[in-house]
C-alpha cells in the first residue's frame, strides 16, 4: 500500500489554493504545463535523497543548513557573473560557517527558480500610477506597464528554461573546481572593499589553507575531497500547477520526487488548515520547508507536521521560523516545546528576514542588520533552552554591495537607502552584512 494514502500529483486541485495568479487564455495554461510536464527534471532523485540525509545530519545537530540567495531571483539575473556572484557568497559564508562550528555546512540556493512571490497587496502605485502588483517572474512583468503586470502562462516556461540554464551553470562551476579550496581566492568578491568582515574572511582562508598544506606534507588529504561541494537548489512552491507538472514518479521506488529543486518550501501564507500547498507536498519525497510566522501557533503546526511527515521521518522537514526579534520570546517556546514532547524530528531554521521587515519614513522597505542578529540569537538562546537546537539559517542576500539593509560593518543608515537599493521584492543582505552574519553565527556556534 501506498504510504501516501489518497494522495496523487493532482489532488492537491481538490483544496484551496492561495497566492495562484488568474490567467485569461486557460487552454494556453494548459499546453503549458503540459509542454513542460514532458520536459527533463531539473533535479535527480538521488540527489534529493542526498540531501535528505544531509538533513538528517542537520536535525541531528551534526550539521549546519546555510540557505539564502534573492528573494524574488529574476529572468535578468540569469547571467555567467550574477550565478557565480551567488555561489561565491554562499561559498564564501559556508566557509566561515565550518571554520566556525566544525561542522558540515549544507549549502542551499534561493536559486534556480525562485520566481513566484505570494504578494498580500493586490496593487502597487509606482510613480503616481495604480498597477496589479509585481507576483514574481513566473507570472508577470516587473516593467510598470498594465499590460505587462497580466499574468501569462508562458512565462512558467521561462521559469523551467531560465532554472535550467542558472543549473546548468552552478554545476559546470562546481565541476570546473570553483570551490575548490586549493584556489580560495576564485571566491574573492571584487566588489567586497576592504571591509573588516573581508579581512577577517581572508585570515581564515589562510589559516584553512595552511592547515590543508600541512595535512597535505603528511599525506592526510586528498586533493579531490577538498574540491567536492555539494550544492541544492530551493524555492517557494507556490505555483502548483507548475510544481505538479515538475513531478515524476521514480520508477525505482515508486515514490513521487518535486524535481523543479531539491528543497521546495511552503510559504508562511499558505500553511493553514485546508491547504492545497500542505496537500500537494505531503505526496512527494523531497524535504520541505515549511515557513512559519508568529500567528501560527502548535494548534496549527503540529497537525501540518503529521501531514507533511507521518512517519516522522528524519531530515523530511526544515521547520524554518520567521517569527519577527521581537515576537521570537512570545511564540517560540511553545513551538518549542509541542514539537520536542511529541518526538517530531524537524530541523529547526531560523530566517531572521522576513519577521522583520520595516518601512522608513520615505516607505522604503528595510530591515536592520542588529535586528536580524537579535532575532538569531534569541531563537539560538531558546531552541536551546527548551530541548532543540538551531539546525540552519535562512537569509535573503545578495553579493552585490547594495543599500537595502540598514546596520552592519558599514553602519548603513536609512538615508543610504536609495544609493543602491536594486531588490525587486523584499530588502537583502548586501556582501559585507552577509560575511558578517556569518561570523556572527560561527561564534555563537562557535565550539
Ligand atoms: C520569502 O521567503 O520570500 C517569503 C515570502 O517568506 P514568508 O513565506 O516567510 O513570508
Ligand atoms: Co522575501
Not at 137 to 147: H, K, M, R
Not at 312 to 324: M, P, Q, S
Not at 397 to 424: F, H, M, P, R
Amino acid at each position: 500500500m501506498s504510504d501516501r494514502p489518497n494522495w496523487a500529483p493532482d489532488t492537491w486541485r481538490r483544496f484551496e489554493a492561495l497566492y495562484q495568479p488568474e490567467y485569461e487564455d486557460l487552454d494556453s495554461y494548459d499546453r503549458v504545463l503540459e509542454r513542460i510536464r514532458g520536459l527533463p527534471p531539473l533535479v535527480m532523485p538521488a540527489e534529493v535523497e542526498e540531501l535528505k540525509q544531509n538533513l538528517v545530519a542537520a536535525g541531528r545537530g551534526e550539521a549546519f543548513v546555510l540557505q539564502g540567495g534573492n528573494c524574488a531571483e529574476t529572468f535578468a539575473d540569469c547571467n555567467s557573473d550574477s550565478i557565480a556572484n551567488k555561489l561565491r557568497i554562499l561559498l564564501q559564508m559556508s566557509l566561515i560557517l565550518r571554520y566556525g562550528t566544525r561542522k558540515p555546512v549544507v549549502r542551499i540556493g534561493r536559486i534556480a527558480g525562485q520566481y513566484a512571490k505570494p504578494r498580500t497587496v493586490a496593487t502597487e502605485t509606482i510613480g503616481g500610477e495604480e498597477l496589479p502588483t509585481y507576483r514574481g517572474d513566473a507570472v508577470n512583468s516587473w516593467e510598470p506597464i498594465p499590460s505587462a503586470r497580466r499574468p501569462d502562462p508562458q512565462r512558467l516556461l521561462d521559469s523551467y528554461f531560465h532554472a535550467a540554464s542558472v543549473l546548468n551553470h552552478i554545476r559546470a562551476l562546481l565541476l570546473a573546481g570553483f570551490a575548490d579550496l586549493h584556489h580560495p581566492f576564485n571566491w574573492n568578491v571584487v566588489t567586497s572593499g576592504n571591509c573588516e568582515a573581508w579581512a577577517e574572511y581572508e585570515g581564515i582562508v589562510e589559516r584553512i589553507l595552511d592547515a590543508i598544506d600541512f595535512m597535505e606534507s603528511i599525506g592526510g588529504v586528498r586533493g579531490e575531497a577538498l574540491g567536492k561541494v555539494d550544492f541544492y537548489t530551493s524555492h517557494e512552491g507556490l505555483l502548483l500547477g507548475f510544481e505538479e507538472a515538475m513531478t515524476r514518479k521514480d520508477e525505482e521506488t515508486g515514490g513521487f520526487y518535486d524535481l523543479s529543486a531539491h528543497l521546495p518550501w511552503i510559504g508562511a501564507r499558505t500553511i493553514g488548515p485546508g491547504s492545497a500547498h500542505v496537500e500537494f507536498f505531503r505526496g512527494v519525497r523531497n524535504p520541505i520547508g515549511v515557513k512559519v510566522g508568529p500567528d501560527a501557533g502548535p494548534e496549527i503546526v503540529i497537525p501540518l507536521l503529521e501531514a507533511l511527515n507521518p512517519h516522522n521521518e528524519e531530515g523530511r522537514v526544515v521547520l524554518i521560523t520567521r517569527l519577527g526579534a521581537g515576537r521570537v520570546e512570545e511564540t517560540l517556546p511553545s513551538l518549542v516545546r509541542s514539537v520536542v514532547g511529541m518526538g517530531m524530528h524537524v530541523v529547526w531554521s531560523c530566517d531572521p528576514m522576513h519577521g522583520n521587515t520595516v518601512r522608513t519614513a520615505d516607505g522604503v522597505k528595510t530591515r536592520d542588520f542588529s535586528v536580524i542578529l537579535d532575532e538569531l540569537t534569541r531563537t539560538h538562546r531558546l531552541l536551546g533552552i527548551h530541548g532543540a537546537h538551531l539546525g540552519g539559517v535562512h537569509f535573503e542576500l545578495t553579493a552585490q554591495n547594495v543599500t537595502e539593509c540598514i546596520g552592519g560593518a558599514e553602519d548603513l543608515t536609512s538615508a543610504d537607502l536609495n544609493q543602491k537599493y536594486q531588490t525587486y521584492c523584499d530588502p537583502r543582505l548586501n556582501n559585507s552584512q552577509s560575511l558578517q552574519i556569518a561570523f556572527q553565527i560561527a561564534r555563537m556556534l562557535g565550539v
